[in-house]
């Protein structure tokens, strides 16, 4: 594993791409090694598949090694912490051979959103094309991410429900466990978890989104 203590300082010779600018000690964490973290808690966070968990976790930020996204990382260091460009992207593309669980990679800030607003979201020519430009990045500097075989669909998601309660739940398992990652390397940039009379309004409603489609189209 390569490490680096500081911005532009790496152990070896490949790039050097960030999940995250620099902590409290000054350490910049590396992308790689974030997603490999994340991945990892994951696939334990949910024990009935854990090869998909594993399997959006390598992915979830793949759209940060796009050049666009690691100058954001270097200017917000210095100006703040305003909103990026898009990183979801880019690993949501690539985990649609899972079907519905890439929505997970698009909702893993912010939330679950519908199919339509998914469509839409993807379909941003702007943003897609950054995302396929990241995937090429991605290809060329860690070839063993897309080695892997894509993870079948359970069989027992048979009906509209179980395709819905196993995003949701493929959903709670990556965003826990990017959490805890973030929380453990990069605590000043964790967000501070709202009250459930904050979130209950917002959780009612879910079962309406239109989430619920057991196909891979």
Not at 88 to 105: I, R, T, V, Y
Not at 195 to 217: E, F, M, Y
């Given at each position: 594993?390569?490490?680096?203590?500081?911005?532009?300082?790496?152990?070896?010779?490949?790039?050097?791409?960030?999940?995250?600018?620099?902590?409290?000690?000054?350490?910049?964490?590396?992308?790689?090694?974030?997603?490999?973290?994340?991945?990892?808690l994951a696939?334990?966070?949910?024990?009935?598949?854990?090869?998909?968990?594993?399997?959006?976790?390598?992915?979830?930020?793949?759209?940060?090694?796009?050049?666009?996204?690691?100058?954001?990382?270097?200017?917000?260091?210095?100006?703040?912490?305003?909103?990026?460009?898009d990183h979801?992207?880019?690993?949501?593309?690539?985990?649609?051979?899972?079907?519905?669980?890439?929505?997970?990679?698009q909702g893993?800030?912010?939330?679950?959103?519908?199919?339509?607003?998914?469509?839409?979201?993807?379909?941003?020519?702007?943003?897609?094309?950054?995302?396929?430009?990241?995937?090429?990045?991605?290809?060329?500097?860690?070839?063993?991410?897309?080695?892997?075989?894509?993870?079948?669909?359970?069989?027992?998601?048979?009906?509209?429900?179980?395709?819905?309660?196993?995003?949701?739940?493929?959903?709670?398992?990556?965003?826990?466990?990017?959490?805890?990652?973030?929380?453990?390397?990069?605590?000043?940039?964790?967000?501070?978890?709202?009250?459930?009379?904050?979130?209950?309004?917002?959780?009612?409603?879910?079962?309406?989104?239109?989430?619920?489609?057991?196909?891979?189209?």
């Open positions: 594993m390569h490490t680096t203590d500081r911005m532009g300082c790496s152990a070896g010779a490949e790039a050097v791409y960030f999940a995250h600018s620099a902590n409290r000690d000054g350490r910049w964490h590396l992308l790689r090694e974030h997603l490999d973290r994340v991945a990892s696939e334990c966070y949910f024990p009935c598949h854990p090869e998909a968990a594993r399997y959006l976790g390598l992915l979830h930020d793949l759209g940060k090694c796009h050049p666009d996204f690691q100058a954001y990382l270097r200017r917000s260091k210095s100006a703040g912490r305003p909103r990026g460009p979801k992207l880019a690993g949501a593309l690539q985990a649609e051979q899972l079907g519905l669980a890439a929505m997970a990679l893993h800030h912010g939330g679950l959103r519908s199919q339509s607003d998914y469509r839409a979201w993807s379909s941003d020519a702007r943003r897609r094309g950054r995302a396929l430009e990241a995937q090429a990045i991605a290809r060329k500097q860690w070839p063993d991410l897309y080695a892997s075989p894509v993870p079948e669909v359970p069989r027992w998601i048979d009906t509209p429900l179980a395709a819905e309660l196993y995003v949701r739940m493929l959903f709670s398992a990556l965003v826990d466990a990017d959490t805890a990652t973030l929380q453990r390397t990069s605590p000043q940039h964790s967000l501070p978890i709202p009250s459930i009379s904050r979130c209950w309004p917002n959780a009612s409603t879910l079962t309406t989104v239109g989430l619920a489609n057991p196909t891979r189209s």
